[in-house]
């Protein structure tokens, strides 16, 4: 329940709406935010600015001669921070997802949404550069709510042609950008470089998701947050009391009152002066507590702050807080909640860990030709008829080598020049196993096999060999 739920003048009204949608006419509200300045909005530019040299960054960073990241969809390949994800090792990819997951939840349950206003792409290029670009063109907030109400003079004409250029423009940048996470920036120079009849296929992908990545920040927007993204509902279940989000102080603040000069001040802080609504680019009003459409973007803190700065009041009316904390002066991070969802993310971060550190750079799987016999060979050795795949997982070629550690015995390949391996292929094939029938005990005996790449081992597996009886 909203802690204002309790207050005689509080208006309720807003649950009977969508702060996106017009409750008269059910058609949809534009939001023009008015710019914010302060120093959350500095520090999110500071970070921004961070993060997106990251992004752009990291397609050009390589080990040993490997992308660090590269999540090639078409040909069953991933590299996360330098390790390759062959179809082999999908399971890894899936549990290092799952990961993911639970870190959200757990930095969400303690922290709130501020993954979505500060580190979420969407919310990144939305607010901080194509927000950013419409300010330049089309000016502050009150100036792009009377350019969309104004006809269609030359002015509105040349700078929503300008907008849509240059939006275009960067949406083109960011789809490059994605192919070459998932291409690489090596293929990708060549998509640029060489004709484009010979890469049609990326070409049209690439043109595709600039005009996805268009629709999205030109007319999508906010409801790619409050409509399309199931995170923000999420929050229903994943917050409590102690979370810390974007919170109004209530006690301090209500009751709301203008303020006016030369009168004995006996309300609340809050002088409903409403900027806390005029820069939220989702359209809500903090003061009614924690709402699904907020994504913790800091905007109402700085202009709360701004107000309560030049009114004489102690900043701090919205600010990040727990709703425990500001209800009774008491917060509690760490609850039983927070600590299984810890206790769940170590386990699946050991797990990680150890498949990362004992997985091979090879797997095989051999197995004895069904309905075959072993053979008995004019020398008293024994020998038996296999069929094996051999998978390369890494993203370099190889030429392993194949060879019996247990007992003492010989390979024979039926067919195959070579085990040559390219990054992430295969070979597949026959091959006798003679073994001398003195290092034979039992009628069917175990038998230790390695994949070698010269003098490293890279796997070790096990199969079963037949003799005859004595």
Excluded at 132 to 145: H, L, N, P
Excluded at 190 to 213: D, K, Q
Excluded at 332 to 360: F, N
Excluded at 386 to 407: C, E, G, S, V
Aim: glycine share 6%; proline share 4%.
């Amino acid at each position: 329940m909203n802690p204002l739920d309790t207050h005689p003048d509080f208006d309720e009204s807003f649950r009977d709406n969508f702060a996106a949608v017009d409750n008269t006419t059910g058609k949809r509200n534009w939001f023009f935010p008015q710019k914010p300045t302060g120093k959350w909005h500095n520090r999110r530019v500071w970070f921004t600015i961070f993060q997106l040299s990251v992004m752009f960054g990291l397609p050009f960073i390589k080990v040993n001669g490997q992308p660090l990241f590269l999540f090639n969809i078409l040909e069953r390949k991933f590299i996360i921070f330098g390790l390759f994800i062959g179809p082999q090792d999908y399971w890894l990819f899936g549990l290092m997802m799952i990961s993911f997951f639970v870190f959200i939840v757990l930095f969400t349950t303690v922290f709130g949404r501020v993954w979505c206003g500060w580190a979420c792409p969407q919310t990144v290029f939305m607010e901080m550069v194509f927000r950013k670009i419409e300010y330049v063109i089309e000016g502050d907030w009150k100036a792009q709510r009377a350019l969309e109400k104004a006809p269609w003079n030359n002015e509105k004409i040349v700078k929503r042609t300008l907008k849509v250029v240059v939006f275009m423009t960067v949406s083109f940048l960011i789809a490059n950008l994605l192919l070459s996470y998932f291409v690489g920036v090596d293929r990708l120079w060549r998509i640029v470089s060489e004709p484009i009849t010979e890469h049609l296929t990326l070409f049209l992908g690439i043109c595709a998701f600039t005009l996805i990545f268009f629709f999205n920040f030109a007319w999508l927007r906010d409801q790619a947050c409050t409509v399309v993204c199931p995170y923000g509902r999420l929050q229903g279940v994943l917050l409590d009391k102690n979370s810390v989000v974007i919170a109004y102080d209530y006690k301090r603040g209500e009751p709301r009152e203008k303020l006016h000069k030369g009168k004995e001040r006996t309300a609340g802080d809050c002088i409903n002066c409403f900027q806390c609504v005029n820069v939220c680019p989702t359209g809500i009003d903090i003061r009614n507590g924690t709402q699904m459409e907020c994504v913790n973007c800091t905007a109402c803190i700085d202009a709360c702050d701004n107000i309560m700065e030049k009114v004489n009041l102690p900043k701090g009316l919205i600010r990040f807080d727990s709703e425990n904390n500001i209800a009774s002066g008491k917060s509690k991070l760490i609850t039983t909640r927070t600590i299984a969802y810890a206790v769940v993310l170590t386990a699946l971060w050991v797990a990680l860990g150890y498949a990362i550190l004992t997985r091979d750079d090879t797997e095989t799987t051999m197995l004895r030709v069904p309905g075959s016999r072993y053979i008995e060979n004019p020398d008293g050795s024994i020998s038996n008829l296999y069929t094996f795949k051999l998978f390369n997982k890494t993203n370099h070629a190889i030429d392993p080598q194949m060879r019996i550690l247990f007992p003492k015995g010989t390979l024979k390949f039926a067919g195959i020049p070579s085990l040559h391996l390219d990054g992430a292929g295969m070979v597949e094939g026959s091959v006798f196993i003679t073994i001398p029938k003195t290092e034979i005990a039992n009628r069917r005996t175990e038998i230790k096999l390695a994949i070698y790449a010269g003098s490293e081992k890279l796997e070790e597996f096990k199969t079963t060999f037949i003799a005859p009886e004595e």
